[in-house]
């Protein structure tokens, strides 16, 4: 009785093999994608990346330490304002 194991010899044994290599590379292809997601150097959808402050803030900071004068604040924050960003 060689053959008459649970998968049998007939369409049983070609369909669950075919089954497996359907679920073998969905999974391969699905873990690929995963990781191209998660290392991809897109930043995440709706997010962007800042370095760092603006030029906006940073005079506005250093206009509080006093570091710079009112008058001096007054004309570059409207130099930063003619400029585009």
Partial sequence: MMGDGMMGDGWGGWIVGALMMVV???GLVAVVFVLARA???????????????????????????GEISEEEFEQRKRVLERSPS
Avoid: Q
Wanted: avoid cysteine.
């Fill in 39 to 65: 290392f991809g150097s897109r930043p995440p959808h709706g997010e962007e990346k800042r370095k760092g402050p603006d030029a906006r803030e940073i005079l506005a900071e250093r206009f509080a330490r």
């Fill in 24 to 26: 073998f590379w969905g």
